[in-house]
């Protein structure tokens, strides 16, 4: 059964009018502070319809947000999914063909395949090479706590756990596909740049925008490219990603009705799909982004567990 569609707190709204920027590929904004600093770019609509990233990308540049050292770089990613949002079917606007936060190997963008959003991913290739530092602004189709989600470098724990919020991080290795935070010398363990996800709620709730904008600014303020007020510091919880279920049939059901952050015990089934079980690895397996929607040869679930 496919559970109901959520309120929609927040809709598209009409971005033709940040299509030039100023960099000569469409919807990418930079900024250059004219002093020594690093190059920070925000990235919003990895997928189409996650609009937090849209309102956080129109709010900086709307607010004529400036870095006061180094370059600041606004862009927004898959347009032409966003463009096909339908309220009536608002999760089917995530992506037109591809998977923009799976194909950001050498084998996918020097590759002979074709889609929209190959050929965005092209475009953008030298907007993330350039950047020092990236946030990029994803949201969940669940209701759940918001999460950070970045590659397991010591350089992004420490930036993660020094902005503060989210107060979760999902801490992945590599595998099931590139995403966009590991291009080029981004999944490099020799870089010096950080690259985060910040999973800020469902959606299409007003909150979920709301954070967004905060974590933006947050993040342009830790790399100092703002001036912003320092927070009070919160307890922080880890996960680490040790599996990502891929759907294989039609028939993936979980055992249970889930939403995100449950936990299994070692051994218990978490779902079932064709004649494969998921079972728990471990204790305290705790479960993110469980699919609403079973779609083969798209995530269903992430086995994660607790870390310090």
């Not at 607010?63 to 009536?88: C, I, K, M, Q």
């Not at 991913?121 to 993330?128: G, I, K, T």
Request: include cysteine; charged fraction near 20%; charge should be negative.
């Amino acid at each position: 059964m496919i559970p109901t569609a959520p309120p929609l707190e927040v809709l598209p709204r009409d971005l033709s009018h940040y299509r030039a920027g100023n960099t000569g590929i469409d919807y990418v904004h930079r900024f250059d502070s004219g002093r020594p600093g690093p190059h920070v770019l925000v990235n919003a609509l990895t997928h189409g319809n996650e609009f937090c990233g849209m309102v956080a990308a129109t709010q900086l540049l709307d607010r004529g947000v400036r870095p006061r050292t180094g370059t600041l770089t606004v862009s927004f990613a898959n347009v032409a999914a966003y463009e096909s949002f339908d309220p009536a079917r608002p999760f089917e606007s995530r992506q037109l063909v591809h998977n923009l936060n799976r194909i950001w190997s050498p084998a996918w963008l020097d590759g002979s395949d074709d889609s929209p959003e190959l050929r965005r991913a092209r475009e953008l290739r030298p907007v993330v090479a350039a950047a020092d530092h990236i946030l990029d602004l994803h949201s969940t189709s669940s209701d759940v706590q918001p999460f950070w989600v970045y590659p397991k470098f010591a350089r992004n724990a420490e930036a993660a756990l020094a902005i503060g919020r989210p107060a979760v991080h999902l801490v992945m290795p590599r595998g099931s596909g590139t995403p966009l935070i590991q291009h080029g010398h981004h999944g490099q363990d020799e870089h010096h740049g950080v690259a985060l996800v910040a999973e800020c709620g469902q959606h299409f709730r007003r909150a979920t925008s709301e954070l967004a904008v905060d974590v933006a600014l947050d993040f342009l303020a830790h790399f100092g490219l703002i001036e912003r007020e320092p927070r009070a510091r919160v307890a922080q919880q880890r996960f680490e990603l040790l599996q990502t279920w891929v759907v294989k049939t039609p028939g993936f059901r979980f055992a249970r009705p889930v939403i995100g952050f449950e936990t299994f015990a070692a051994g218990e089934l978490i779902a079932t799909d064709g004649s494969d079980e998921i079972r728990a690895p471990c204790d305290d397996c705790t479960i993110l982004m469980p699919t609403r929607e079973p779609v083969v040869g798209r995530e269903g679930v992430y086995l994660s567990r607790p870390i310090a």
